[in-house]
Structures are given as C-alpha cells and as structure tokens.
C-alpha cells in the first residue's frame, strides 16, 4: 500500500525541473520532503496528485499505474489522493462560504446527496472552525482559518494520502501544529500516508518520520532523492 | 532616542451587516529609530489591520480611532542613505511616473486600486511638507497618520516616509512592468538613480538577471524579494514588513531578515509584523505579542522568548515544532463578541475570578508567569 513515483522526470515548456526522481509514500508513514527553492518539490507533489504530467516515469497508488488523461482523472483515484496547498486564499473559490468549500469534494462526485451537512459539521469540528465562521467566504477570514477549511476539504473522501505542499509556512505556530494534530489523528484512525513538503528543518524533524531531499535542478548530474 | 511612531489608542472596527469587528483595540506602541520591532499572533488577531490602518489602506466599512503620530525622522545617522533621504528640490518637477498614470485610469475605489495603490504612492514623489496643511499634522512636523488624511498620505508617507513591504507581493505588483521598470519607476520618483535598480535588486537577494522577468513569471518567493526591493529603494525611515518572509525557504528568509537588522542598524526603525516566532526571536529588539485585538506582552525579545510572562505568550511558544509541537487548546474569541475581561481567559491554565476585569500593563495578565515592572 503506497503512493510511488517511478523515475519521473518533469517540467514546464522544455525547462526540466525533475529529472528522475523516485519518491515512495507508504500507507501510515510521514514522509518528509526538503529542498531549495526551485528544486522541484512542488512540481513532485503535482506528479504525485496527478495535476502535472511527467514527461517520463509514472505514478503508481497502491501498486497500480496511474495516470490522467487530457486532465481527467477517474472519481475512484481523485478521492484517494488529496491536496493540501500552500496559500489557501489561490485554492479556494472566493464565491463559496467555507461550508460549501468543505462541502465541495463531497458534491463534486455521483454519491448519496445526504449526511453531507453533517460530514462537514463534523470536518469543521475537526480542524476546529466554529459555526459563525462557516458561513463566511474566504475574504472574511484569515489565512489560519482558511487553511484549516482546506484541510477539512482535503480530508472530506477520507483519502489514503495527503500531500502537504508547505501547507502550514504561512501558519502562525498555534495553527501549524493543529494542523499537524489533526492530520496525526486521522493518520492514527485510518492509515493516511503523508507527505509534508517544508523548509523547517525543526518541523520536518518533529513531524516526519523519515526526510527525503531534492537535490537542486542545476547540478546536472543528479536530481534523485536522497534518504538522510 | 526620540520615537519615531507613537501609536496611542488605537482601535480599528469594521462594520458589517449584522455585526461589529473589533480588529484592533486600545493598542498603544511606540518605535524608535533604530529599533525592530516584531508584532507577532496566531492568524486573525489583527496584526495585519494594524500595518494596513497605519498606511490608510482600510477598506471603507473600517473605523478607526486613536492617533499614530510619526515624527519627522532624525538626519543625524551618517553615511549615504541620509543624502538619499533629503531630496533635492527639483524632485518635484519631474513627471509623474508611468505607473500613476496607468492606476489612475482604473479609478480610484475598489479593492484592486486599494492594492495597487501601495506601489504607486511608493513612486509619489511629492517633497515632503506640502499639502500637508491638514488637521492631522501635530507639532514639530509630526503628523497624525490616521487623521492627515489620504493626499497627505498619499504625497508624503507611502514609500517615502514608511515603506511597505506588502503580504501577498503577488497582488500588489503591476503585472505589466518588468521588475527592472518597476524599480526604475520608483527610483526615479525619488531622484535617485534608476540605473541602481540592480544594486537594490542584489541587496533584497534578487538575481539582476530576474528583473526582465513580468511579476507573473516570477515564484512567490522572487516576487517578495522584489516587493523587498521596491520598498527599501526610497530608503524610508520607517519600514512596515507585512510577513516579508512567507513563501522563502529557508536561506533567503534569513537574508531577507538580516536586511531588516541592517536597515535598523542603519538608524531606520522597522515593524515587523509576523507569525514567524523564530523570525522574531532572530532579529527583534523588542517583541510585541497580539491576541484577540489586544497587545498582551511588549517586552525586549531576549526577555521575552527566555522566560515569558503571559500565559498566551507562553502557549504560543510551546506549539513551536522545536518545543511541545502542541496546539493551544480551544478557539481565539470571536472579534465580533470580545469578553469585557481578559480575553485569553477561556483558554488560560490559570484563570481565576479577577479575570472578568480586563489587565493593563506591558503584561496584560493578573497572574504574569514572571513580574515584569511597569
């Protein structure tokens, strides 16, 4: 059980960012991901989520090769693999109240219509917003609480993994490790594999159970992971 | 020293449909030239309002009550940066930048002009002191930010008497100039020399080579370091860092912080307002703590991360990753429904009845972990 990147090599209009990186995510585990600005993280988690195609290598979830096709990718393999960006304000809808933002994911699929209000009272519950705040939008409410309704949203499928691309740098430090409480707890419930994307070497430490860095995109050579 | 900011007072609402938010209230601070001052928080408790009210960059449905008097700053401090500081009289003949031009066109309400107004007034280029007749201009050429009013503040504050360094550079960047005319812009609006774009490029940690680049094709990061760069170009007395470091790993927020320590050395003062506790344990003389509107503990930064004395100051510590990693436990009170009391009161391991009145002091608290004298 696990999210594997083969080989991938990755980048934008012919600048390659990732040049065969393999990353394994097992299920339970906290894998940390580290690395300078530019070295291709980020773009790793969009291979991983399957919102960037790779040039070579693949992604495999749970043993089976996966990947989309013209952007689209099947119900069964979206619910499973969730997102946890990092500026909330660029990934949520600014039309929707953070009870609709939670509710989204859940909407969004062909599934029984009911329980969904109560799965977002209880998604809120969770990472902690009060009622009075979930019927606001987006503008009305701060970096933090925005953040904690998109990790709501992020964990609305009960995914298998979550990638957390530097999800808590613009969290003051009460928020950051709320969020990684909650995630912590739902890894202990159901055996989410976790990836956490970040430059705090005292976070990764403190969170991850094993870090994994990118090495930097210009020294040719490599630009494998390497285990520390 | 003499202060350069004396905020007293302060409290800023805005008025909803159906409720009040209390964003910042009765803050007092003051700043000297040469101090760093860091306002730290949890998200929300109204850090971010404080920089905006002081600059007027309030939406409209915002009080605002108090006074922030900002004294003229003091061209004692030798070296270049005061020659740069006074400028020569001929400034004011030369012509408005592109830029102002372009903004004006898009009309003067609404968000994205609010947004974009913080770049244009940092290339306003008016001398200091005129149209400055206003109510609020106090003795000795001090002049009250909250009631100068907007010419005021748009001729002679922004960019050229306190610098801004915006949160979300992304935003507040003109998406059709290259970072190299941006720059330039601004450089010439305060007679200096555009040509030295690229040195304050190098300074803020930027590649001279990143400049051709429009704000789109730049990283979140690069794009901060240029809205950096564009703020220390006018070489203001008074820089407010709005989270200067969010989206930089590691190396460049220390760059980008160390150039906030040297502007200080230098004799500016800068507010930094941020999250980043290690940020501010880094760099700040002295640490002003914000929760739920209020500031609970203004103390020097050594004494304050040594040994804390409000319960809050204390909790937000310990969530630190390299401390207990563990949240505080309950919600911040809603700022539309702040308790007349102490506001930590309901989160606090040690509450007691006298709570219910509210603590004044640089330790808001009645039961301080450590005495701290008035």
Redesign the interface.
Same mark, same amino acid.
């Given at each position: 059980m696990s999210l594997v990147a083969e080989s991938v090599s990755a980048g934008y209009r012919g600048r390659r960012v990732l040049n065969g990186v393999s990353l394994t995510v097992a299920a339970g585990e906290t894998v940390g991901l580290r690395g300078?600005?530019?070295s291709g993280k980020s773009t790793l988690v969009r291979v991983l989520a399957l919102l960037h195609t790779p040039d070579a290598g693949h992604v495999s979830l749970d043993g089976v090769r996966i990947e989309g096709v013209r952007h689209r990718v099947p119900v069964s393999v979206r619910t499973r693999i969730a997102v946890l960006f990092?500026?909330p304000?660029a990934a949520s809808d600014p039309r929707l109240t953070l009870a609709d933002l939670i509710a989204e994911p859940l909407r969004a699929v062909r599934r029984p219509r009911e329980g969904i209000a109560a799965r977002v009272a209880e998604l809120a519950d969770r990472v902690?917003l *009060?009622a009075?705040l979930l019927t606001r939008r987006p503008h009305?409410? =701060?970096?933090?609480?925005l953040q904690r309704a998109c990790l709501a949203r992020a964990l609305a499928h009960r995914p298998a993994y979550l990638l957390c691309d530097?999800a808590t *740098?613009?969290?003051? /430090? =009460? *928020?950051? /490790?709320?969020v /990684? =409480?909650v995630i912590t707890a739902e890894q202990r419930e159901t055996g989410l594999g976790v990836l956490v994307v970040s430059?705090?070497? /005292?976070?990764l430490?403190?969170?991850a159970d094993r870090v994994v860095t990118v090495a930097p995109p210009r020294r040719s050579d490599i630009s494998a992971p390497q285990p520390t | 020293m003499k202060n350069l900011l004396v905020i007293e007072g302060l409290g800023v609402r805005f008025r909803l449909r159906d409720a009040t938010v209390h964003a910042v209230s009765d803050l007092d601070l003051t700043v000297r030239p040469g101090e760093l001052l860091a306002v730290v928080g949890e998200s929300g408790c109204g850090k971010s309002v404080l920089a905006h009210a002081l600059l007027g960059l309030l939406p409209a449905n915002a009080l605002v009550t108090g006074r922030a008097l900002l004294h003229p700053a003091r061209p004692a401090a030798p070296g270049p940066s005061t020659q740069r500081r006074t400028l020569p009289r001929w400034s004011s003949v030369l012509p408005r930048p592109a830029g102002d031009r372009a903004e004006s066109r898009r009309g003067s309400s609404g968000w994205s002009s609010r947004l974009s107004r913080r770049l244009r007034d940092s290339a306003e280029h008016q001398p200091e002191g005129t149209g400055a007749g206003g109510g609020g201009v106090g003795s000795g050429g001090a002049v009250d930010l909250l009631a100068c009013g907007e010419k005021v503040l748009a001729r002679s504050v922004r960019g050229r008497r306190i610098g801004l360094i915006p949160q979300s550079p992304a935003t507040a960047l003109t998406v059709v100039r290259t970072g190299r005319r941006l720059l330039a812009e601004t450089l010439t609006a305060h007679g200096r020399d555009p040509g030295l774009a690229a040195q304050v490029a190098i300074e803020a940690g930027l590649d001279p080579a990143d400049l051709e680049r429009y704000p789109f094709e730049l990283s979140g990061g690069m794009a901060q370091r240029l809205a950096t760069a564009l703020a220390l170009a006018t070489d203001p007395p008074l820089l407010i860092a709005d989270e200067p470091t969010s989206g930089l790993d590691r190396p460049l927020v220390d760059h980008t912080l160390d150039l906030l320590r040297r502007r200080c050395d230098a004799g500016a003062a800068v507010l930094l307002i941020t999250h980043d506790l290690a940020a501010a344990e880094r760099v700040a003389d002295t640490v002003a703590v914000m929760y739920a509107s209020r500031i609970v503990e203004h103390r020097p930064a050594a004494d304050l991360f040594r040994s804390p004395a409000h319960p809050y100051t204390q909790a937000l510590l310990n969530a630190l990753p390299d401390r207990d990693f563990t949240p505080l436990p309950g919600h911040p009170p809603m700022l539309t429904a702040l308790p007349p009391g102490c506001a930590f009161a309901a989160r606090c391991p040690r509450v007691s009845e006298t709570c219910a009145t509210r603590p004044s002091g640089p330790v808001a608290c009645h039961h301080p972990l450590v005495e701290v004298p008035a």
């Amino acid at each position: 059980m696990s999210l594997v990147a083969e080989s991938v090599s990755a980048g934008y209009r012919g600048r390659r960012v990732l040049n065969g990186v393999s990353l394994t995510v097992a299920a339970g585990e906290t894998v940390g991901l580290r690395g300078p600005s530019g070295s291709g993280k980020s773009t790793l988690v969009r291979v991983l989520a399957l919102l960037h195609t790779p040039d070579a290598g693949h992604v495999s979830l749970d043993g089976v090769r996966i990947e989309g096709v013209r952007h689209r990718v099947p119900v069964s393999v979206r619910t499973r693999i969730a997102v946890l960006f990092q500026s909330p304000r660029a990934a949520s809808d600014p039309r929707l109240t953070l009870a609709d933002l939670i509710a989204e994911p859940l909407r969004a699929v062909r599934r029984p219509r009911e329980g969904i209000a109560a799965r977002v009272a209880e998604l809120a519950d969770r990472v902690g917003l *009060t009622a009075d705040l979930l019927t606001r939008r987006p503008h009305a409410v =701060s970096d933090g609480q925005l953040q904690r309704a998109c990790l709501a949203r992020a964990l609305a499928h009960r995914p298998a993994y979550l990638l957390c691309d530097e999800a808590t *740098t613009m969290l003051d /430090a =009460s *928020t950051q /490790a709320l969020v /990684a =409480s909650v995630i912590t707890a739902e890894q202990r419930e159901t055996g989410l594999g976790v990836l956490v994307v970040s430059h705090d070497p /005292a976070l990764l430490s403190r969170w991850a159970d094993r870090v994994v860095t990118v090495a930097p995109p210009r020294r040719s050579d490599i630009s494998a992971p390497q285990p520390t | 020293m003499k202060n350069l900011l004396v905020i007293e007072g302060l409290g800023v609402r805005f008025r909803l449909r159906d409720a009040t938010v209390h964003a910042v209230s009765d803050l007092d601070l003051t700043v000297r030239p040469g101090e760093l001052l860091a306002v730290v928080g949890e998200s929300g408790c109204g850090k971010s309002v404080l920089a905006h009210a002081l600059l007027g960059l309030l939406p409209a449905n915002a009080l605002v009550t108090g006074r922030a008097l900002l004294h003229p700053a003091r061209p004692a401090a030798p070296g270049p940066s005061t020659q740069r500081r006074t400028l020569p009289r001929w400034s004011s003949v030369l012509p408005r930048p592109a830029g102002d031009r372009a903004e004006s066109r898009r009309g003067s309400s609404g968000w994205s002009s609010r947004l974009s107004r913080r770049l244009r007034d940092s290339a306003e280029h008016q001398p200091e002191g005129t149209g400055a007749g206003g109510g609020g201009v106090g003795s000795g050429g001090a002049v009250d930010l909250l009631a100068c009013g907007e010419k005021v503040l748009a001729r002679s504050v922004r960019g050229r008497r306190i610098g801004l360094i915006p949160q979300s550079p992304a935003t507040a960047l003109t998406v059709v100039r290259t970072g190299r005319r941006l720059l330039a812009e601004t450089l010439t609006a305060h007679g200096r020399d555009p040509g030295l774009a690229a040195q304050v490029a190098i300074e803020a940690g930027l590649d001279p080579a990143d400049l051709e680049r429009y704000p789109f094709e730049l990283s979140g990061g690069m794009a901060q370091r240029l809205a950096t760069a564009l703020a220390l170009a006018t070489d203001p007395p008074l820089l407010i860092a709005d989270e200067p470091t969010s989206g930089l790993d590691r190396p460049l927020v220390d760059h980008t912080l160390d150039l906030l320590r040297r502007r200080c050395d230098a004799g500016a003062a800068v507010l930094l307002i941020t999250h980043d506790l290690a940020a501010a344990e880094r760099v700040a003389d002295t640490v002003a703590v914000m929760y739920a509107s209020r500031i609970v503990e203004h103390r020097p930064a050594a004494d304050l991360f040594r040994s804390p004395a409000h319960p809050y100051t204390q909790a937000l510590l310990n969530a630190l990753p390299d401390r207990d990693f563990t949240p505080l436990p309950g919600h911040p009170p809603m700022l539309t429904a702040l308790p007349p009391g102490c506001a930590f009161a309901a989160r606090c391991p040690r509450v007691s009845e006298t709570c219910a009145t509210r603590p004044s002091g640089p330790v808001a608290c009645h039961h301080p972990l450590v005495e701290v004298p008035a």
